[in-house]
């Protein structure tokens, strides 16, 4: 399942998880959100795998992006699969 690094006080978060919703994409179903405010366990994992700090962030499989409008692209090409 697509995993979303989100910190929820982020405007470009927040544009991400508002395109998911208007194209039916459900939580839990499509998509599950990981919280990653600086310090949480979600951000670390950002920095791990992606090696920069910041937020929104996709995993899917092997594919990994930063880039709110890249990550919205995604989600329209493959947010159903
Ligand atoms: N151009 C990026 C901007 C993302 C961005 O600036 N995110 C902030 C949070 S609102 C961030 O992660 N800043 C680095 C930090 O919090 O350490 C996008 O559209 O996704």
Do not use: N, W
């Not at 979600?42 to 962030?57: E, H, N, Q, T």
């Not at 092997?62 to 995604?74: G, K, N, Q, V």
């Amino acid at each position: 399942m697509i995993q979303l690094y989100i910190q929820h006080s982020c405007p470009f978060c927040q544009k991400v998880l508002r395109a998911a919703r208007e194209m039916g994409l459900t939580e839990g179903k499509h998509y599950m959100v990981i919280d990653s405010a600086p310090g949480t366990p979600g951000r670390a994992a950002v920095l791990k795998i992606g090696g920069d700090s910041m937020v929104p962030f996709l995993v899917d499989g092997d594919t990994a992006m930063y880039e709110s409008l890249d990550i919205i692209s995604y989600l329209q090409e493959h947010g159903r699969t």
